[in-house]
């Protein structure tokens, strides 16, 4: 899939860390699934894995989870299938 933002390179699927402050604290989430632009670097997390963890904040948290996904769509390739790291 093409860079959305220098429109020369192309995304890769990797895995980084996931940061967000939440409430007062700091969110960490280690290994989530990602695209990274092979050229300027710029991340974008997967879909799946941002609605899941919205819902479950939502839950946790007590509001009611927003089940309308009005602005989502697809990637228009499928994702990969995310294997575990290889040691070296």
Request: hydrophobic residues 30%.
């Amino acid at each position: 899939m093409d860079c959305h933002h220098c429109r020369i390179g192309k995304f890769q699927p990797t895995k980084i860390a996931y940061y967000s402050p939440l409430n007062e604290h700091l969110m960490v989430i280690p290994h989530v699934p990602a695209y990274q632009c092979d050229v300027c670097g710029i991340t974008d997390y997967d879909e799946i894995f941002t609605l899941r963890l919205h819902y479950l904040i939502d839950k946790l948290t007590g509001k009611e989870p927003d089940l309308e996904i009005d602005d989502w769509q697809p990637r228009p390739e499928p994702t990969h299938q995310w294997q575990p790291e290889r040691s070296r």
